[in-house]
């Protein structure tokens, strides 16, 4: 029952991700075919991450669990369409300056690159650090995340400049008029001439965030297992389900016999 219940959150949540990233991207570029382009990265980024993973908990002992996929997922979702937008975003700033197609190419990986490199490599490390605790739901998450950033980060270097200058020799990259710049130049230009404003402002609501009051919250395994499946009435039966399962370094085990009759 876990398992399919996994297998379809991590359908549901790559779908809705991906339809989040097409709204916004379109939203911010307005042309079909330049979404195209970070779609391509992520995609190819989580065909490659997914089965490294797999193969690496098969024949190395990489620690896995119900969650990593899931984790590695909106990661690579996230981090990947990042990655890309650095590029197409120093692409079009050098078409706007009227450079050709491939010397914005050019100029975008020439300056982008070492900020993706360095910010991939930053998250891959923090993601791995978290494979030293004891709690099965960061230990198993950690590589698998940190394998899922590197690749994201190689498929931006690689696949996003190469469709840029396939589809920027045809017209099909081209930026829109920047609707937007003048807003965005009255924000910078407010915030550089009141830094003090800016900065109590922020101070104040990490402050509020810091004190303010948090409750303790358990992680119950009846509450990930779904409603209607017969794992879940076993678990509230017997009491099992309010154990912090998903943060225990143990896990209990049953043989294919089924719960207890």
């Not at 997914?50 to 979702?77: E, K, T």
């Not at 017209?171 to 550089?192: C, H, L, M």
Request: net charge positive; charged share 15%; with cysteine.
């Amino acid at each position: 029952d876990e398992f399919a219940a996994q297998e379809h959150s991590v359908t549901l949540i790559t779908a809705v991700s991906v339809g989040m990233i097409i709204v916004v991207l379109l939203c911010v570029y307005r042309r079909f075919s330049t979404i195209l382009v970070p779609l391509a990265s992520v995609g190819l980024a989580l065909a490659v991450s997914r089965p490294i993973v797999a193969l690496l908990g098969m024949h190395a002992g990489l620690d896995v669990s119900i969650f990593s996929v899931m984790l590695l997922a909106a990661i690579v979702l996230g981090a990947g369409t990042d990655y890309a937008v650095f590029l197409i975003s120093g692409y079009h700033q050098g078409r706007r300056q009227g450079k050709s197609s491939h010397d914005s190419i050019v100029t975008s990986a020439a300056h982008v690159s070492g900020i993706i490199v360095a910010s991939g490599l930053t998250v891959a490390a923090s993601c791995a650090v978290m494979s030293l605790t004891e709690i099965i739901l960061f230990r198993t998450t950690g590589v698998p995340c940190s394998i899922g950033v590197i690749v994201a980060v190689l498929a931006a270097l690689t696949l996003v400049p190469a469709l840029l200058s396939i589809l920027g020799r045809r017209g099909f990259a081209e930026p829109r008029a920047a609707a937007t710049f003048q807003y965005w130049r009255r924000v910078g230009v407010r915030i550089v001439r009141r830094p003090a404003w800016v900065l109590a402002a922020r101070s104040a609501r990490d402050c509020s965030q810091t004190f303010a009051p948090r409750r303790r919250c358990w992680i119950m395994t009846a509450v990930f297992s779904p409603a209607n499946e017969k794992s879940r009435s076993w678990l509230c039966s017997s009491g099992r389900g309010s154990e912090n399962a998903a943060a225990s370094p143990k896990s209990a085990m049953r043989d294919n016999a089924g719960p207890p009759g």
